[in-house]
């Protein structure tokens, strides 16, 4: 009886991977990710360095898991038998009270090192741009506002202090601390699927920045509208999880917003209006705000005050940006991780006169591409 039990159990694992083995064979490789809004891993080119150094294993590991048949019934099927079993967290996302998912941040794999040099490269900006006005803008994570709907075992980054770190350590460069007033009232301030911050609190941002520039902000200013009340964003994308609670996308329109056109990609396209409505229609709906990432975007305002702002930005920007087009002649927006060109000529060619770099903590601690604030000349 065992033999037979064991032979059965030897064919069927054997057919599943005649299975899976046909899939990898004749199924064309998938680009894109729709549910992660990622590019998939390739099939890695194989060569004898690349076999020795291991970097094959390592690339072919990648490709196996992103084209793996049925992979988001997989992960979802993980994701039930995990909760089931007891786990609190799950592919780098906790589960928190009230529907929150927070992503993990764990201290014990942290080094500061990136973020103490990024640092230093915006003193040296500041040193190299000395007649304009420099605002740093970092912001926390939901992992630090929202600690107490995840365990007390969590072990998360000390977010408190890098903002200590960074004030201490800025030279000529307005630090926006937005730790006191997030923490003073956090409800709303982040999406419970997503890790960026709400339009809420993008706009509890722009007021702390508007005290700071004496801009009198108000929120009877703004028409605040829903737009959607189906997103689960990027964290829920890491867990395809069947049971994740959907949120509420708003947008803030300002009472009298004037006349503007927006311009992607260096004039490649162009749109007269800031919300790209038609993400929407995709799994990250996140999107709307600003047409998602781009390298470069510029904006012209109806605002002739001579002001000229560059925004050096990861992707929590994108729906703050919207509230800064009153204030502003033109505003331009750079993202470091996909712009190659040399930005001191783009400063140069715009009139820059003032420049604001917003990120959020996580994002700043991790990106090594703020050196190509350094000229090419």
Known sequence: MIRRYNKLMVILFSLILSVISIYFIIDRDKDYSVVENRYLSKNPSISLENILSGEYMINMEKYINDQFPMRNVFISMKTDFLRLVGNKEINGVYFGDNGYLIEKWNKNDFDDTIFRKNINIINAFAKNNPKTKISIMLVPTASLIYKDKISKNAQMVDQQ?????????????????????????????????????????????????????????????????????????????????????????????????????????????????????????????????????????????SQLNGKHL???????????????????????????????EDINAYIAEYGINEFLFLYNFKNFSEDENLGKLKSKS
């Open 310 to 340: 560059l925004v050096i930005k990861d992707s929590f920007a994108n729906s703050l940006i919207p509230f800064l087009m009153n204030d502003y002649e033109t505003i331009h927006i750079i993202d470091l991780r996909y712009y190659n």
């Open 161 to 301: 202090s890098l903002s200590n770190i960074a004030k201490k350590s800025l030279v000529n460069v307005k630090y926006i601390d937005l730790i006191p007033i997030f923490l003073l009232d956090n409800k709303d301030l982040y999406y419970k699927t997503d890790h960026h911050w709400t339009t809420k609190g993008a706009f509890i941002a722009y007021k702390e920045w508007g005290n700071i520039k004496g801009i009198d902000v108000h929120e009877k200013d703004f028409k605040i509208t829903p737009i959607s009340n189906s997103f689960q964003g990027s964290l829920h994308s890491k867990i395809l999880n069947k049971d994740c609670e959907k949120d509420k996308i708003e947008i803030y329109e300002r009472n009298n917003q004037g006349v503007y056109q927006v311009y992607y990609d260096f004039g490649k396209n162009k749109s007269n209006d800031i919300y790209e409505m038609k993400h929407l229609q995709n799994k990250d709906k996140y999107q709307v705000f600003l047409d998602g990432n781009h390298a470069e975007i510029k904006m012209n305002t």
